[in-house]
């Protein structure tokens, strides 16, 4: 199994400023990684597919990078609206598997 | 657009067994396999169940194989997940999601979720 690190667990950040989430996998997956949003009482919705393809309608302050096992998720000039957990997901091999999450909470 | 929306979770002891269902709209349900994934309360995302499209293939994470069974009906455009021996650690709300074209792309749209509770 495919396990996914993210760092950090939980990042305080006022708005406007830039958030750097990491994933690191523990065998090389290409570039099968995912992210996902995840805000309070609700379910996951996509923002990037294939580590940095932003997803259809997704705002342009979300970007991706990344392949192999290393990936990282920006999001620049943060809003109030971005507080949420953060999730990465592989869809190289079975089982598939995601990411602890990141919290992201606004000052 | 495309909807997807769970139901059945419920209470149930331990070792019992529960349906839930996945009812599908504003796509071609029978062109897709489909997943299931849960979250239990205040965790992440665990991936559970895929099914192909036409219900052939079926794939399970460990922790449920053997007691969870995927199943589809094309005709009612509803995917399912017949959880049997039912623990405690089962306990999670329970989400279907389509992917964006084939079985190893990422998920979109996800349901609402439905909570179920595995207590005595």
């Known amino acids: 199994e495919i396990v996914l690190t993210q760092s950090p667990d939980f990042q305080s950040v006022t708005p406007k400023e830039k958030v750097t989430i990491t994933c690191r996998a523990s065998?090389?997956?290409?570039?099968?990684l995912h992210w996902y949003q995840q805000k309070p009482g609700q379910s996951p919705s996509l923002l990037i597919k294939y580590a940095s393809q932003p997803f259809s309608g997704v705002p342009s302050r979300f970007s991706g990078s990344g392949s192999g096992t290393d990936f990282t998720l920006t999001i620049n000039s943060l809003e109030v609206e971005d507080g949420a957990t953060y999730y990465c997901h592989q869809s190289s091999s079975f089982p598939w598997t995601f990411g602890q999450g990141t919290k992201v909470e606004i000052k | 657009q495309e909807e997807l929306v769970e139901s059945g979770g419920g209470v149930v002891q331990p070792g019992r067994s529960l349906r839930l269902s996945c009812a599908a709209s504003?796509?071609?349900?029978?062109?897709?396999?489909m997943h299931w994934v849960r979250q239990g309360p205040g965790k992440g995302l665990e991936w559970v169940a895929l099914?192909?499209?036409?219900?052939?293939?079926?794939y399970y994470s460990d922790s449920v194989k053997g007691r969870f069974t995927i199943s589809r009906d094309n005709s009612k455009n509803t995917l399912y997940l017949q959880m049997n021996s039912l623990r405690a650690e089962d306990t999670a709300v329970y989400y279907c999601a389509k992917p964006l074209s084939d079985g190893r792309s990422p998920f979109d749209p996800w349901g609402q979720g439905t909570l179920v509770t595995v207590s005595s």
């Open positions: 099914i192909s499209y036409d219900g052939s293939n079926k």
């Open positions: 504003g796509f071609t349900f029978n062109d897709y396999g």
């Open positions: 065998q090389s997956i290409g570039s099968s």
